[in-house]
């Protein structure tokens, strides 16, 4: 009856006899409003109003009964029931609340989109955010290691232009070249130190 009313209204419609075959379908393909009778063989309406919400909190779910009660109705409403049809209700009634929980789903789905678009963006901004960090802290960093490397080769320089300009003389020349021997070997220290951090970040 309910599909007999909706269908010409461009409205696709799909039924299940009982509650575990309703559960079935649900699982095999999405579905943006289900209308839920109560009273069903197997699983209740209200058991299964709860699994819906469980498996798609976005479904809205139209509780149907043929009886009605205040205790009924807060129930479904704690289970995550959209609204409440008690019967009998015309095919005018039917398809009025229907639209309205169709519009509220994509009401939902609306801000749903708007919600993960700003996530992302903010996924973004952190990200950009991590990574002027990361490029502050390596710059100072380059700035440390090319300090640390001219200490070693300046006084390499030096020494070797003291030799050549003959300001050392030449009994002294094996200490002078055991000091270059010891900062050449301090620069290829810090260069191989180099070398492994570049490896560890690729």
């Known amino acids: 009856g309910c599909r007999r009313a909706l269908s010409p209204h461009g409205l696709e419609v799909v039924t299940a006899e009982h509650g575990a075959e309703g559960l079935r379908k649900l699982h095999e393909e999405p579905f943006d409003l289900i209308l839920l009778d109560a009273m069903m063989p197997g699983i209740s309406g209200l058991e299964l109003l709860g699994r819906i919400q469980e498996h798609d909190p976005d479904i809205i779910c139209v509780m149907i009964t043929g009886y009605a009660t205040v205790d009924l109705a807060a129930r479904a409403m704690k289970e995550g029931a959209y609204d409440f049809l008690p019967k009998p209700f015309t095919a005018e009634e039917l398809l009025s609340i229907v639209q309205e929980g169709l519009q509220e789903h994509h009401q939902r789905q609306a801000k749903k989109r ?5 996530e992302s963006a903010q996924q973004m901004e952190r990200a950009r955010q991590e990574q002027a960090k990361l490029n502050a802290i390596e710059s100072r960093f380059m700035l440390v290691v090319v300090h640390e490397l001219r200490n070693p080769a300046g006084v390499i320089k030096n020494y070797l232009q003291l ?28 260069l191989d130190d180099l070398l492994d951090l570049a490896r560890l970040k690729e």
């Open 114 to 118: 708007q919600q993960e678009k700003a």
């Open 163 to 190: 030799m050549r300009s003959g300001f050392v003389d030449e009994d002294e020349w094996d200490e002078y070249l055991e000091k270059l021997d010891l900062r050449a070997s301090q620069l290829l220290h810090m």
